[in-house]
């Protein structure tokens, strides 16, 4: 991993296993039952995600690490790359040696499987794909977070309090909904790593937040399907979709109080 910095096998592997006492613990097994039971009633979506549960837990993980974390760059960007990078290694890792399907075995999981369809049940078996769900979600949060942190500090909002306004910004995940047919559209309009600062709007209060403009928002909408969008913001874990539960420990991660977002977007 010398491409970003260097994690050490133990950090990994510490990192991997509390992932599957998550996966294994009362929470998991919840989710693990009720993603079952969505799977079987045709939402074939449901069905990864506890793996990508897994794969985002053992990252941040990682990356909290004190040996990772004292490493990481300032850059919301960097961070990202970093983090996804890690989570490119899980995702590898778990196809390739068996984790998901094991894991998935003896499960309710293991019940849905037989309602689904061979692709879709050994898509638990290819890297590309579940790497590109484990790591879609870093993308998205980057894109915002860098976008509010930039509209903050123009404000001339403290960097200590930033972090906390970004994390209660919810209506950001509209971002997830975007289609991957306008994928490059909304790239374009949105700009790239981060929102443009023109597109998003403050709303100053005892609970400041940031959002997108009424116009980003149409936008955002027109540009969103039903089945579309980042899979993370369409799986269902426990009442929420995925990256709704992740949202808070995402912006956390990938935006400390000395964060920056200046890398020029394109």
Request: charged share 20%; proline share 5%.
């Amino acid at each position: 991993m010398s491409e970003h910095i260097a994690i050490s096998k133990q950090a990994l592997q510490e990192g991997l296993g509390y992932a599957i006492e998550q996966f294994a613990g009362d929470e998991g097994r919840e989710i693990n039952d009720q993603s079952a039971r969505l799977a079987m009633h045709g939402d074939v979506q449901a069905f990864y995600a506890p793996a990508v549960r897994l794969t985002i837990d053992a990252t941040l993980r990682v990356m909290r690490n004190p040996e990772v974390a004292s490493r990481l760059s300032p850059e919301i960007a960097a961070r990202r790359s970093s983090s996804t990078f890690v989570a490119e290694h899980f995702a590898t890792r778990c196809t390739e040696g068996g984790i998901y399907a094991a894991l998935y075995g003896g499960t309710p999981l293991a019940t849905a499987a037989e309602t689904l369809s061979l692709n879709d049940v050994e898509s638990l078996l290819y890297p590309t794909y579940m790497v590109s769900l484990a790591s879609a979600p870093f993308y998205d949060v980057q894109k915002v977070s860098g976008g509010a942190h930039n509209v903050l500090r123009k404000a001339g909002i403290p960097a200590a309090e930033r972090t906390a306004i970004i994390a209660r910004s919810t209506g950001l995940l509209a971002i997830s909904g975007v289609s991957k047919a306008y994928g490059d559209t909304a790239d374009r309009y949105l700009q790239w790593p981060y929102v443009h600062q023109r597109h998003l709007e403050l709303h100053n209060g005892k609970a400041a937040t940031v959002s997108f403009t009424k116009t980003a928002q149409q936008r955002l909408h027109n540009w969103s399907l039903p089945d579309g969008g980042c899979p993370a913001g369409r799986m269902n874990t426990g009442g929420k979709m995925l990256l709704q539960n992740y949202w808070e420990q995402m912006v956390e991660l990938l935006v400390p109080e000395d964060a920056t977002a200046n890398t020029t977007p394109s």
